[in-house]
């Protein structure tokens, strides 16, 4: 297996632009989970999705973010305006199950805004 | 609510002796308690886990943790470091009822030759 998938690896953008980041899940996972990075505030969970549905969106930073999950094989986080303070590393994960289960995560993307 | 701590940023050990990554918790139930290993420009890899059962918990590469639930600690720990094992260490809880894993701030562990 591949493993999670993202893409792209880095993205620079400028400020006030739309920014697309995208994510395969491992085949066959029901949860997936997208994550930020930052030296500041750590790992923060964003938002997770099971079955394609979105179950927890409250650590979305603001109404610029958006996820999207159309298909059980495909995600987007949209950042719509991007402004400096986005910079971080984007981490999409997928599992099995929830509860007491491990999590495998994409290699992330790099996203700075200028 | 549900917190994890990790009470170290940087944590530096000889290649060959023991190393210790401290992580403690705070649920107001049952844990689920994880650890993972993230290594430069790349994900998080998973590690070890407690669910239930025995305390000492084997995980990848040599590596294992303890639950201790009295002092609500899941320390990460190898007999014998590698200097491949420098990374940076993320001790995550689950609460068994709740739907959130919480990720500590994480511990850079450096391996000295």
């Known amino acids: 297996d591949a493993g999670v998938i993202q893409s792209p690896r880095h993205e620079v953008t400028e400020m006030g632009q739309e920014v697309t980041l995208r994510c395969k899940p491992i085949?066959?996972?029901?949860?997936l989970f997208w994550y930020r990075q930052t030296m500041m505030r750590g790992l923060e969970l964003l938002i997770y999705?099971?079955?394609?549905?979105?179950?927890?969106d409250s650590g979305m930073p603001e109404d610029r973010f958006s996820a999207k999950m159309p298909n059980a094989s495909f995600s987007t986080l949209k950042i719509q305006p991007s402004e400096p303070r986005d910079s971080a590393v984007y981490f999409c994960?997928?599992?099995?199950?929830?509860?007491?289960?491990?999590?495998?995560f994409g290699p992330g993307t790099r996203l700075t805004v200028t | 609510a549900q917190s994890v701590a990790q009470p170290e940023d940087q944590v530096n050990v000889a290649e060959g002796n023991p190393l210790t990554v401290k992580c403690t918790y705070s649920?107001?139930?049952?844990?689920?308690l994880f650890w993972y290993v993230q290594y430069p420009n790349r994900g998080l890899q998973f590690l070890l886990k407690?669910?239930?059962?025995?305390?000492l918990v084997k995980g990848s590469y040599g590596f294992e943790a303890e639950f201790n639930k009295s002092q609500t600690s899941f320390h990460l720990k190898k007999p014998s470091a590698l200097v491949s094992d420098s990374a940076l260490y993320f001790c995550?809880?689950?609460?068994?009822?709740?739907?959130?894993?919480?990720f500590g701030t994480g511990t850079r562990l450096t391996v000295i030759p």
């Open positions: 407690y669910i239930t059962g025995d305390n």
């Open positions: 085949s066959g996972h029901d949860y």
């Open positions: 649920v107001s139930g049952n844990p689920y």
């Open positions: 994960a997928s599992s099995v199950g929830l509860a007491g289960v491990k999590q495998y």
């Open positions: 995550a809880v689950r609460e068994a009822r709740a739907n959130n894993l919480f």
């Open positions: 999705f099971n079955n394609n549905v979105p179950i927890d």
